[in-house]
């Protein structure tokens, strides 16, 4: 998958500006799994920022045409890739769908947001990925209505090992504005962190579970 490091370099000191990317490693975050964690990312704050919002928006088009061509359509996952598929699809004259975790419980029971034809192709928005499961149970759900999958986009990754295996698993390639290796370079770099600190951060890459132990 084709992947600009300058890209990735701009967008890991622009989620480091704006916060959106908190690095704790004295300090861990607890993740809803339960893991203790140095790295928190919210990349829902890009959009409260119009220059950083405008320039992911061009560069994930750009991405997302280089690597997979244009879909039929642009599905984002709920709810962190909501508004960024929708600007997505926007950029792109394509239509926009989005994918529930699980069916409603009311109304429609839909689990699938917006008028999807099975048969189409599909490109996925995603904000972050984590293991990767949430995401590809989105892809999951296009795939038993009948759309065929052509890649996943997303802005950030942890990198985590789990989370290859799982895309690998389903067959379903990823791409990602941004990674964690290049924006632990970038945060050295730029006096975010230190040296002692980036040591603790790609420890934790290597066996989140057991990283506090």
Same mark, same amino acid.
Request: aromatic share 8%.
């Given at each position: 998958? #084709?992947i600009?490091?300058d890209?990735?370099?701009? %967008?890991?000191? /622009?989620?480091?500006? @704006?916060?959106?990317?908190?690095?704790?490693?004295?300090?861990? /975050?607890t993740?809803?799994?339960?893991?203790?964690?140095? @790295?928190?990312?919210?990349?829902?704050?890009?959009?409260?920022?119009?220059? !950083?919002? =405008?320039?992911?928006?061009?560069?994930? $088009?750009?991405?997302?045409?280089?690597?997979?061509?244009?879909?039929? $359509?642009?599905?984002? %996952? &709920? =709810?962190?890739?909501? &508004?960024?598929?929708?600007? %997505?699809?926007?950029?792109?004259?394509?239509? /926009?769908?989005?994918?529930?975790?699980?069916?409603?419980? *009311?109304?429609?029971?839909?689990?699938?947001?917006? *008028?999807?034809?099975?048969?189409?192709?599909?490109?996925? !928005?995603?904000?972050?990925?984590?293991?990767?499961k949430?995401?590809?149970?989105? $892809?999951? +759900?296009?795939?038993?209505?009948?759309?065929?999958?052509?890649?996943? #986009? +997303? @802005?950030?990754?942890?990198?985590?090992?789990?989370?290859?295996?799982? /895309?690998?698993?389903?067959?379903?390639?990823? #791409?990602t504005? &941004? *990674?964690?290796?290049?924006?632990?370079?970038? &945060? #050295?770099?730029?006096?975010? !962190?230190?040296?002692?600190?980036?040591?603790?951060?790609?420890?934790?890459k290597?066996?989140?579970?057991?990283?506090?132990?």
């Amino acid at each position: 998958m #084709v992947i600009s490091n300058d890209v990735s370099l701009n %967008v890991s000191e /622009f989620l480091l500006q @704006i916060k959106a990317i908190k690095l704790q490693p004295n300090e861990p /975050f607890t993740w809803a799994s339960g893991i203790k964690s140095p @790295i928190y990312c919210d990349n829902r704050k890009i959009l409260s920022y119009p220059k !950083i919002r =405008t320039f992911i928006r061009q560069e994930m $088009v750009k991405m997302l045409e280089g690597n997979f061509g244009k879909p039929d $359509v642009i599905a984002g %996952v &709920a =709810t962190g890739g909501i &508004a960024l598929g929708a600007l %997505v699809a926007q950029e792109l004259g394509l239509p /926009f769908v989005y994918v529930r975790s699980k069916q409603k419980e *009311h109304g429609l029971s839909n689990q699938i947001e917006g *008028h999807l034809e099975p048969g189409q192709s599909v490109i996925v !928005i995603e904000d972050l990925i984590s293991t990767g499961k949430s995401s590809l149970n989105a $892809v999951d +759900a296009l795939r038993e209505f009948g759309c065929s999958i052509k890649g996943m #986009v +997303a @802005i950030f990754s942890y990198g985590l090992d789990e989370s290859k295996e799982n /895309f690998k698993k389903a067959k379903c390639p990823l #791409v990602t504005l &941004a *990674h964690y290796d290049t924006m632990l370079t970038k &945060a #050295v770099k730029t006096n975010y !962190i230190n040296q002692s600190e980036a040591k603790l951060l790609r420890d934790w890459k290597k066996d989140p579970k057991n990283w506090m132990k």
